[in-house]
């Protein structure tokens, strides 16, 4: 079975740091996406990338998938309180018939 | 109208209780999925259907029984449920099973 592992599992920081979240795995993914979710609330999509070295960025938030395609990092810059959730990768492999995998989620606590 | 909706979002029910949560997606998808989530745990995919047709059950007990009667409405039927199964049950669709999933806010389950 493959596995989505998720660094760190939960981080806690001050508003305005910087901070990186990794999404590892052995296996190759035709899509990655991440999601944020907040207590009590479904998970909600922030991106998909596709394509191997493909960057996106959603106002502070870049997200990378690696050459390779099969890892991925999300980088937020000046952190706000209103970055706090849980941070969930899940990726699309064929090796795995299609299905999705998600990680174990990275909880991301900013503090005013 | 938003595009995965889930009712009720919160039930506490007894032991003895027969229960349905609902959901339904306007997103036009072919695909619809349950997930169960709890404090401190992965997400558990449940059951899975594309085009009303069930393609994945995960080993879930018998006392869940999912129902999809077309392509945008999913049900997920409870009976003779125990205090374990209280958890987040959230409810995702994408346009096919190997597509981006988008999910519902989920329905808070306690089970006394």
């Known amino acids: 079975t493959q596995l989505l592992e998720q660094s760190p599992q939960f981080l806690s920081i001050q508003e305005g740091e910087n901070l990186t979240v990794y999404c590892n795995s052995s296996s190759v993914f035709s899509s990655l996406q991440w999601y944020r979710q907040e207590p009590g609330e479904g998970p909600v999509l922030l991106v998909t990338?596709?394509?191997?070295?493909e960057v996106k960025k959603l106002k502070r938030l870049t997200f990378q998938f690696g050459d390779a395609r099969k890892d991925s990092s999300l980088h937020i810059t000046a952190a706000q309180p209103g970055d706090t959730g849980l941070y969930l990768c899940a990726g699309v492999s064929y090796e795995n018939a299609g299905k999705s995998t998600f990680g174990d989620g990275t909880t991301l606590t900013v503090k005013p | 109208e938003t595009g995965v909706t889930q009712t009720p979002r919160h039930l506490v029910m007894g032991m003895t209780n027969k229960k349905s949560l609902k959901c339904e997606q306007h997103?036009?998808?072919?695909?619809m999925y349950w997930y169960k989530q709890s404090a401190k745990k992965p997400l558990e995919l449940m059951f899975v259907?594309?085009?009303?047709?069930?393609?994945e059950n995960n080993s879930v007990p018998s006392r869940f029984s999912p129902e999809c009667p077309n392509s945008s409405h999913l049900f997920l039927h409870l009976h003779t449920l125990q205090p374990e199964d209280s958890a987040l049950y959230l409810c995702?669709?994408?346009?096919?099973?190997?597509?981006?999933?988008?999910f519902g806010p989920g329905t808070r389950l306690t089970v006394l």
């Open positions: 997103l036009g998808h072919n695909a």
């Open positions: 990338v596709v394509t191997g070295g």
């Open positions: 259907y594309s085009l009303e047709e069930r393609v």
């Open positions: 995702a669709s994408s346009q096919g099973p190997t597509d981006t999933q988008y």
